[in-house]
């Protein structure tokens, strides 16, 4: 099984709202990423976590808030976005957090913030 | 500053034609490299990576890449292009802890019947 799983697939949310993107992989990987990707653009990095520690936040607004309740959940919460939050947000996991491993992504979440 | 550059935005091929992808990298030492490969709206698929030994790398779905260390350039290659290959190719590297990874802006792919 080399898939990483997101849920939701799309979601719309106003920019009062609460709610949460999560993601799941059973590869036994204990690192994980979040990516943001902007339409035609490349994915950037968010957050990267190894053995469930949050190890690197790329300077990324408090109102997104990573969280990794055990080694293959990852979730990520957000609260009062932006509409310019709106993008696909990519999980990924890896081995481990060395650059000699190869990420695998998810299938994204679709986030508008109307 | 670390850095990846794909020239091409667009390429437009004929189906059955061969393809070149051009991605250079610029980096103080050379990175693990890798082509990810993105329908519209879906995630990344890693097509292939390059870490060290044989500068030619073979991949998943036909392809293959040549890691050239004297130009700075990983490019990605197939021989006969299928119109299920029509997406966008992201070239990557890393060199750092955390796994990074550095994209390109990607290049879309055109097939034309």
Sequence with gaps: DTEVTQTPKHLVMGMTNKKSLKCEQHMGHRAMYWYKQKAKKPPELMFVY???KLSINESVPSRFSPECPNSSLLNLHLHALQPEDSALYL???????GANTEAFFGQGTRLTVV | AQSV???DIHITVSEGASLELRCNYSYGATPYLFWYVQSPGQGLQLLLKYFSGDTLVQGIKGFEAEFKRSQSSFNLRKPSVHWSDAAEYFCAATREYGNKLVFGAGTILRVKS
């Design chain 2, 5 to 7: 550059t794909q020239p």
């Design chain 1, 50 to 52: 190894s053995y469930e």
């Design chain 1, 91 to 97: 999980c990924a996991s890896s081995h481990r957090t």
